[in-house]
């Protein structure tokens, strides 16, 4: 099964073209033969990126939202901020696993990152530090895995049916 994913780069200084991070994402869901629906680049605003994963959770063909950057712990790191008030339900785990794999490749300072997901209208959002190193650990390390229908023993496409279930 493809999925639909929406991709939100996070940031102040990068463009479409310059944006690394969102760059080596895009061939990765590429790569998975995943479909990727939308993508943006906005500022370390909460307000602007609360607006955009609104816009993104009201479409219907939009499955996974993935952002990219505002993770760490600076003043301007407000991504999980922006998530967490959107969100449904949260899905610690994925935090937990993504600072273990992490552990592995940057050491202690994998405990900088602040790197989460959620559900929220029947969707998953996963905010992913703006590190091409971070991405590549989120997305090789868990999603790609993650988003394949045939992972075993399970993985997050076989619920997407039943997110919305009360």
Known sequence: MNVNIALLTVTDTRTLRTDKSGNILYKKIKKAKHNLIDRKICKDNKRDIKKILKYWLKKKKIDVIITTGG??????????????????????????????????????????????????????????????????????????????INHRPCNFVELIPRLKEK
């Open 71 to 148: 993770t760490g712990l600076t003043g301007r790191d407000i991504t999980p901020e922006a998530v967490e008030e959107v969100a449904d339900k949260r899905i610690p785990g994925f935090g937990e696993i993504f600072r273990y794999v992490s552990l592995k490749t940057v050491g202690t300072s994998s405990i900088q990152s602040r790197a989460c997901a959620v559900l929220a209208k029947g969707k998953y959002i996963f905010a992913l530090p703006g590190s091409s190193g971070g991405v590549k650990d989120a997305w090789d390390k868990i999603l790609v895995h993650q988003l394949n």
